[in-house]
Structure formats: C-alpha cells, structure tokens
C-alpha cells in the first residue's frame, strides 16, 4: 500500500479535487518516490521445454486385459 505524501502547496493533505486534476506522469511520480523500480521493465526468463514421453504404438500384440462377460438378465 503507498501513501500520499502531503500537497507541497499547501503543505496539508491532498483533497479529493486536487487529486482528479493530478496527471498520470504526476501520480507516476509520486509512485516512484516510494517504488523505485515500479515502472522499469522486466525481462522474461526462458524456460526450458522437456520433452514429453509418447506412446508407442502397438505392434501386433493384443492387450492382456480380459473383457468382462456381460450381466446375466
């Protein structure tokens, strides 16, 4: 959380109305006085990809799973 630093005119807190006539490079400002670095870029690590296991496909050799045999009625 940043706190507002008091209005240099007139040495007291800043008011509503003051605030939305603040620009954007204004309020920048005051967020880097208290962030130095809130505004710098940041660079992006590369990741490394792994390689994901495939299946092979099978080769001719049915499964070893038996079928189950149907309900009786």
Do not use: C
Not at 17 to 29: G, I
Not at 40 to 50: D, G, N, P, W
């Amino acid at each position: 959380m940043l706190k507002l630093r008091k209005n240099p005119a007139s040495n007291d807190k800043y008011t509503p109305e003051e605030l939305s006539l603040l620009s954007l490079d204004e309020v920048k400002k005051l967020i880097v006085e208290q962030i130095p670095a809130a505004f710098e870029k940041k660079t992006k690590v590369a990741t490394k990809k792994t390689k994901v296991a495939t299946k092979k496909p099978a080769t001719g050799i049915k499964s070893a799973v038996k079928k189950k045999a149907p309900a009786k009625k």
